[in-house]
């Protein structure tokens, strides 16, 4: 009866360790999803910042 009972806590404790092991999977994903969209909101800001640029080089020909 307690060799069945070591058995079963030793299973049970390497099976609640090797979960945290397994869950930290999850941030590193997170972390580059947020650096790619800070990618994509660079990109699109600077986008943006060439098309306004761009109007008002147009709007000074205009008024010329």
């Known amino acids: 009866m307690k060799k069945l009972l070591t058995l079963m806590f030793a299973i049970a404790l390497s099976l609640s360790l090797s979960s945290f092991a397994f869950a930290q ?4 994903d997170k972390k580059m ?3 790619e969209d800070k990618a ?3 990109a699109k ?3 943006k ?3 306004k640029e761009e109007k ?3 709007k000074k ?3 010329k």
Do not use: F, L, V
Not at 25 to 28: L, M
């Open 40 to 42: 994509d909101k660079k």
């Open 49 to 51: 910042k060439e098309k």
């Open 33 to 35: 999803d947020k650096k």
């Open 56 to 58: 008002k080089e147009e």
């Open 25 to 28: 999977d999850k941030p590193d």
């Open 45 to 47: 800001k600077h986008h």
């Open 61 to 63: 020909e205009d008024k």
